[in-house]
């Protein structure tokens, strides 16, 4: 891999290992890792440290190839949105045919090693998620419908039920609910984000809901999955790896939750753009917090376990 790539504007750029590190997105790949980790705590079945250890971190570098491929297939797009200028690709730091590489490398890497430390589910199930956030997602959904995020989200849902399958060599209810837990936060997530970044958006050409359809409509579709959210987070404290400390967690965060989204819906666009960004951001600066503080508790109750005091 060269040291050099070639600017845009035809300048060059030393490309260090903080570029490449970049590629990976790892402000997405520290949520799949802790997801991933807490689906594997959880589930009720031990593992031993080693094969623990050496399934996250290839659940890490799967999670890292599929962002190496999301900027080499967006990074058109990339360069046209100001939040994304500074990355690897449109900065010049790295070339796109250097984060193909990179991603497939890695891709190829994360999936069989995987498979071979742990077992042949797990590794199906973090092919099938790369393959999800690369093809269905990046390559497709993103640029085609106003549910691109939506659908898309399943791609950064699947970490848990793989953390769970490293244990287990299967799927179960628990898993598919913390699946559903970060699929369904997905949308609030991101369209709070999207309704104070629209400019963004639509400058690239991405038919996110805020351009297709507006800000009303989506501060309505916020609301509805919201609601729909709530309700997955009690039920998954209502399972085996649920208990008091995550349905404490749970009710409260989801009230403050559902309180952010009925701000949101209640703004209009007679609103000034202070009093809109203010409660919009204020959702998404809550939903950062959202799943950590959810996976934090369940790991709280698997921790108390063994003591009998966390579970039902």
Excluded: C
């Amino acid at each position: 891999m060269s040291d050099t790539s070639l600017h845009s504007n035809g300048q060059t750029g030393e490309a260090g290992f903080g570029d490449y590190y970049a590629l990976l997105k790892p402000r997405v790949m520290s949520l799949v890792v802790f997801t991933a980790v807490v689906g594997l705590v959880v589930a009720p079945v031990s593992v031993h440290p080693v094969v623990a250890l050496a399934s996250i971190l290839f659940i890490a570098l799967g999670g890292g190839a599929s962002g190496a491929l999301n900027m080499w297939w967006d990074a058109d797009i990339d360069r046209k949105m100001k939040r994304t200028l500074s990355r690897p690709i449109p900065s010049g730091k790295v070339t796109e045919g250097e984060a193909l590489g990179l991603g497939v490398a890695l891709s190829g890497i994360a999936v069989v090693m995987l498979a071979l430390a742990a077992n042949m589910m797990a590794g199906a199930l973090l092919a099938f998620t790369i393959f999800f956030y690369v093809v269905i997602y990046t390559m497709w959904l993103k640029r085609w419908t106003p549910q691109n995020i939506v659908i898309g989200g399943a791609a950064g849902a699947f970490p848990p039920m793989i953390g769970w399958a490293v244990a287990t060599g299967g799927i179960s209810i628990e898993s598919v609910l913390m699946f559903a837990l970060t699929f369904a936060w997905t949308p609030p997530h991101f369209w709070a984000l999207a309704l104070f970044t629209k400019g963004d958006y639509a400058n690239a050409g991405v038919p996110m809901l805020t351009v297709t359809h507006g800000r009303r409509a989506t501060r309505a579709h916020i609301l509805g999955y919201t609601f729909a959210l709530a309700a997955v987070a009690i039920a998954l404290g209502l399972t085996s790896i649920g208990g008091p400390v995550y349905m404490v967690v749970a009710v409260v965060l989801n009230a403050m939750f559902i309180k952010g989204a009925v701000n949101v819906w209640r703004r209009t666009d007679d609103d000034s753009d202070a009093d809109k960004h203010k409660a919009e951001r204020g959702l998404f600066k809550l939903s950062l917090a959202y799943l950590f503080l959810h996976y934090g508790a369940l790991l709280v109750e698997a921790t108390l376990k063994p003591y009998g005091l966390g579970g039902w």
